[in-house]
């Protein structure tokens, strides 16, 4: 037995919600008879039917991955025309939703399924699912940044930590950080960032939970391994560094005049001054004592007559 509105959902017709109201404006049956919110049917038995028509036996599941392009919409339709992700889906025999979304300008890896149960798992915060980023900055970036991201900003709907903060390389005057989150709110890296008064230039997923984004090219989709849908359902994760850790990067002074960074300029000190000649003495004294140790043993020794 399953719930109805799950099965409409599995059928690929209607989200949960869209199937209740379906059924709540009578257009759904089951065997003849209107339905009912709650209710359950079996498949195999019961003949339902949505407006008439009757709904087929659950489709096949669908586990797809796309890299998402910038500039383009997760939603099904736009009112302005712009493009969306489900144009570049390709013919499918059921309908798909995406799992989460990314923003119009964020690019990377976007899942699609017509799996509900996973999509739930997924996307619930309790489900503590990396997500990992690929974050382009204006500017070189401090050390007390990528603390301050770890240990957390205060946003409009509440605290946000990153698990990991890692810089990667830098792009001439700009730098590429890595951040992987737990969770997938609305613009969160972005909002971070702006908390802590840095500009995103370009912001790229590269992974979600232990599925990785890889060569694949923009704009394309591809099916997910059986090993790959296997890790999402049982919430298996490519093993990373410990959470909560920052990996800092060795700069030289040299290198941070160079990008503008303001460099305190070494000072000796009087401590410092009386230890280095303290260490000088105590070397003289002894390569003094050692000369001396020499001479009176050569002159120990029995000379030789000729």
Known sequence: ???????????????????????????????????????????????????GTGIRKMPKKIYLIMNKPKEVLCTAADAKGRRTVY????????????????????????????????TRKLTHPSGGFEREYEVKLQGPVRDWVLGKLVSGVSLDDGMARALRVTRLRMAQTNEWLSVTL???????????????????????????????????????VRELTEEEVMALQT????????????????VSEQKKRGMGWAVA??????????????????????????????????????????
Do not use: W
Not at 98 to 114: A, I, Q
Not at 239 to 246: D, E, S
Not at 280 to 291: G, I, N
């Open 1 to 51: 037995m399953i719930r109805l509105n799950k099965f409409i959902a599995d059928a690929g017709l209607a989200s949960r919600r869209h199937a209740e109201e379906l059924i709540n404006e009578g257009r759904v049956t089951v065997n003849g008879v209107a339905a009912t919110i709650g209710q359950s049917v079996d498949p195999d038995k019961d003949r339902i039917m949505i407006d």
């Open 87 to 118: 144009e570049l889906l390709p013919e499918l025999p059921s309908r798909v939703h995406s799992v989460g979304r990314l923003d119009f300008m964020s690019e990377g890896l976007l899942l699609f399924t017509n799996d509900g149960d996973l």
């Open 182 to 220: 737990a969770e997938g709110r609305y613009r969160e890296v972005r909002r971070m960032f702006e908390a802590v008064c840095y500009n995103v230039l370009k912001l790229r997923r590269v992974r979600f939970g232990a599925v990785q984004l890889g060569d694949l090219p923009i704009g394309a």
């Open 235 to 250: 919430g298996r994760a490519t093993p990373l560094p410990r959470p909560g850790t920052v990996e800092k990067r060795r």
């Open 265 to 306: 300029r070494e000072k000796t000190t009087r401590g410092s001054v009386r230890k280095s000649s303290r260490k000088t003495t105590v070397t003289q004294a002894s390569e003094a004592r050692r000369s001396a140790s020499e001479r009176a043993s050569r002159a120990s020794k029995p000379r030789q007559k000729v």
